[in-house]
Every structure is written in C-alpha cells, then in structure tokens.
C-alpha cells in the first residue's frame, strides 16, 4: 500500500462523502462507539467552557460532546460531511460548525478543551508541528487536548502511532501526558496544557 506524500487534500474527503453519507460507519461501528466511550472517559473534566472539535465529520461524537461543553466549535473540510453533522446536532444550541482546513486556517479564540480524533495521521510531519503550534497557542491553560487514532495500516502519510509521537514531540514541554491508553485498534494521548 502506497502512502499520501503530502497532507491529504480536503478534495479526498470530499470525494469520499460524495459516495457515502457515512463512509467511516461511524453511527453503526462497534469499534467507533468503544472508541468514543474511551474518549470520553479520558475528558478530566464534567464540563468544558469551550471547546474544539477538529475533523467533526457527520456528528456523531460532537453530539455526545455537546452534553459536555458550553460552547463547541466542531471543524471538518467536507461540507456534506457538515451538513450531516449540523442536521445530527440540531437539537444543541451549544454546537456551531465551521468548514475549515487545519493548519492552513486556524478558529480564532482560545479552548480549554481540543479534540483531534483521528485526523493528524492525514497530515505531513510539517503541519503535525503547525498544528501542535497551534494547539498549543489557543489552549487555555490547564486546558485538556485529547488525540485518538487508528494503528492498523493505512495509505494516510502517517501511522496513528507516527502521528501522535510527532504530535507529542511538538508540543513539547508546554503539555504534560496524563493518559495514554492503547487497543488493539486504537490509541488515546491525552495532554494538559500548562
């Protein structure tokens, strides 16, 4: 299997939800709701101020986000992935969506809670580290950053164990670990910002 070079293009995911509403399975998979379940465990906090949600593809974890914060912001590349999302999410006042292609465009404002669930793998070693940068940047501090990705092979331009290491690399000394947890399928890195 050949890997992406380069940060997948927003054109890939587009084509991918041109196919299928939900070309992950996400409302249907046992291993997305396991994944979930963990990703809310990891949150150290009831309740959040505000937070970011990157690669928010059709909703289904940002509506469970939604019970959690007072404000989300949820991000994806793929408009009909949105449109599926804001249609899920109707119900939440709390939840605004917004197309956007992380690092070439960042939200504005600060978070004190940042989830990145399997998105860094998509992007080349030179974004993880504009990412982290920003991250790292618009996290309060204190604030919580949580990273979930898929180990099993992919064609992405990094493995979700490449991903997370470069990720945590760049972050440096401005964050702290305070969970890491590991399946066969998947990984948690969770992180406090300082």
């Known amino acids: 299997?050949?890997?992406?070079?380069?940060?997948?293009?927003?054109?890939?995911?587009?084509?991918?939800y041109a196919g299928k509403v939900d070309p992950w399975d996400f409302e249907s998979s046992g291993y997305e709701r396991m994944k979930y379940d963990?990703?809310?465990a990891a949150l150290r906090r009831a309740r959040y101020r505000r937070g970011l949600e990157i690669g928010c593809s059709i909703g289904v974890?940002?509506?469970?986000?939604?019970?959690?914060?007072?404000?989300?912001?949820?991000?994806?590349v793929a408009e009909k992935a949105l449109q599926a999302a804001r249609e899920r999410c109707r119900a939440f006042?709390?939840?605004?969506?917004?197309?956007?292609?992380?690092?070439?465009?960042?939200?504005?404002?600060?978070?004190?809670?940042?989830?990145?669930?399997?998105?860094?793998?998509?992007?080349?070693?030179?974004?993880v580290s504009r990412l982290a940068e920003q991250v790292r940047a618009s996290t309060e501090p204190g604030g919580d950053v949580l990273l979930v990705h898929w180990t099993?092979?992919?064609n992405y331009p990094l493995s979700g164990d490449e991903a997370a290491e470069l990720f945590t690399?760049?972050?440096g000394r401005s964050a702290h670990r305070t969970r890491r947890q590991?399946?066969?399928?998947?990984?948690?890195?969770?992180?406090?910002?300082q």
């Open 61 to 76: 974890l940002t509506a469970r986000l939604a019970t959690r914060c007072d404000s989300l912001l949820s991000i994806d």
């Open 169 to 171: 690399t760049a972050l």
């Open 1 to 16: 299997m050949s890997r992406w070079k380069s940060s997948m293009p927003a054109s890939y995911f587009e084509g991918l």
């Open 93 to 127: 006042a709390n939840v605004e969506f917004d197309k956007v292609r992380v690092p070439t465009k960042w939200p504005a404002g600060r978070f004190d809670l940042i989830i990145l669930a399997e998105v860094v793998y998509y992007l080349d070693a030179g974004d």
């Open 152 to 154: 099993g092979p992919t």
């Open 182 to 193: 590991r399946t066969q399928a998947y990984r948690l890195d969770a992180f406090a910002v």
């Open 38 to 40: 963990a990703t809310l």
